[in-house]
């Protein structure tokens, strides 16, 4: 078995591990990146993904993607090991998990902070991988992230957001810094990004102070999370179900095949969180899509509020600090990792 950094030309194998290991259910869901793996337009940070071979054939994948974060209330950079996928033959082969992480630290040089996001109902990968003695990098679980995406029909215009010009880049970035310290895995914004991006930049002020910023990104031209199959019962209901869910203002499920339309309520932050629940109301109402996702950890005060006020779809997982490189120290700090980059 050998492992190479993956290329253009490889882009039809990616997306095929990528789709052959959705989420099953009643309701099959995949996260991926068509037309093109590599059409990543104004992504964030910088993306390694990585192909396993054997006999000629692909066999798995994962990517490492560097990017700038805070750890311990320090500005660090970052390495986030996502993308994992091993053919449905091998997925028990813990040769290739071992020979995977090796070859990330002898050829892409991961930074000493390493982290990872798996879902909170994978017992069986989340036992494997907190394993002492198996063999692979050490794991430590730093916390819990509720992914919430709600029905842009629940919103209401209340006039709070305004749009951020260029010129007003300089004050968001610093604004937004100021928050994001204080957690775990948060990202560090720059202006650069958010000028090449060319996404709407939000900002709420009172008496002329920023109070709260946020990026809206439909990441939908890049990448897609997917019905791909309908089980049983709900390929009857689904018409239903819309229907009752149109009714109620709750997310309408897709046809087979297509994407969620939805936009991610990125780089979300806010000094005061008793104003959270009237930002997320007008951030509804100005949201161009059906779907406004954001995150928010286990822990947060206002998680219990927002899921009683909005009715979200939720998507919980563990997010962990790895050990590839090195064993560095991770303060017990509330967590705040970024989803539209997960």
Known sequence: MHFHTASPSH????????????????????????PDYFSNLHYFGKEYPVLAEERDRIVGMCQL????????????????????????????????????FDYLKQHLSPPQYCYTSIASDNTTARKLLEKENSGLPRYHFLGELNT???????????????????DQYPEVVAFYHRQAIRYQLSPQLSVEWLINSGLPVWGYRMNGE???????????????????HYHSIWRT??????????????????????????????FFAIA??????????????????????????????????VIKRFHPFSYRTCLYGVDLVASPLWHQQAIGPEVAIL
């Open 148 to 166: 919430l995406a709600i029905s842009t029909r629940r919103g209401r215009n209340l006039g709070l957001w305004q749009n951020i010009t260029s």
């Open 11 to 34: 882009n039809a194998s990616l997306l095929q591990l990528l789709e052959e290991n959705a989420m099953q259910g009643a309701i099959d869901m995949v996260m991926t990146r068509r």
């Open 237 to 266: 209901i689904r018409p239903v179900y819309n229907g009752y869910a149109s009714l109620m203002k709750r997310i309408v499920l897709p046809p087979e095949q297509q994407a969620l339309d939805q936009s991610f309520f990125a």
């Open 272 to 305: 005061d969180q008793q104003n959270m629940l009237a930002l997320i109301d007008d951030a509804l109402s100005r949201c161009t899509t059906r779907v406004l996702t954001f995150g928010l950890a286990s822990s947060h005060p206002m998680l219990n509020a």
């Open 210 to 228: 920023l109070q709260a910023c946020a990026v809206l990104w439909n990441q939908q031209a890049f990448k897609q999370v997917i019905a791909l």
């Open 65 to 100: 993607t560097k990017h700038k974060g805070f750890i311990n209330g320090q500005p660090q950079q970052l390495g986030y090991l996502n993308s994992l996928r091993i053919s449905h033959g091998y997925r028990n082969r813990i040769r290739v998990l071992k020979s995977g």
